[in-house]
Nanobody, 123 residues
Framework: QVQLVESGGGLVQAGGSLRLSCAASGRTFRSYIMGWFRQAPGKERDFVAASNWNAGSTDYAVSVKGRFTISRDNAKKTVYLEMNSLKPEDTAVYYC????????????????WGQGTQVTVSS
């Protein structure tokens, strides 16, 4: 079992930055693929980024590549999402998730989810 709690969301102007954190509980955090998803009102939950156990292998959605960076600290059982050059279209609830499937990009491939944190980017 893994429990996930996100933090760091908020309101930011376009072009600004935010850093999201996701704190995990559970002894096997290190073995999980950790991902970030986002969901805007009326839209599906979309993949944003994912990291293997040591962030040596990362994966990003095309829409965020070059602007967002996923990282993790296994000693702290925490995964981060550094978001730069934010755009109004990045506005969404951001979710942290854990998967046991390497290369997972679909929401259905993730086993554990946080409650989400709101990110709002004003123009």
């Amino acid at each position: 079992q893994v429990q996930l709690v996100e933090s760091g969301g908020g309101l930011v102007q376009a072009g600004g930055s935010l850093r999201l954190s996701c704190a995990a509980s559970g002894r096997t955090f290190r073995s999980y693929i950790m991902g970030w998803f986002r969901q805007a009102p009326g839209k599906e939950r979309d993949f944003v980024a994912a990291s293997n156990w040591n962030a040596g292998s990362t994966d990003y959605a095309v829409s965020v590549k070059g602007r967002f960076t996923i990282s993790r600290d296994n000693a702290k059982k925490t995964v981060y999402l550094e978001m730069n050059s934010l755009k109004p279209e990045d506005t969404a609830v951001y979710y942290c998730a854990a998967s046991s499937r390497y290369g997972a990009r679909g929401a259905s491939e993730y086993d554990y989810w946080g409650q989400g944190t709101q990110v709002t980017v004003s123009s």
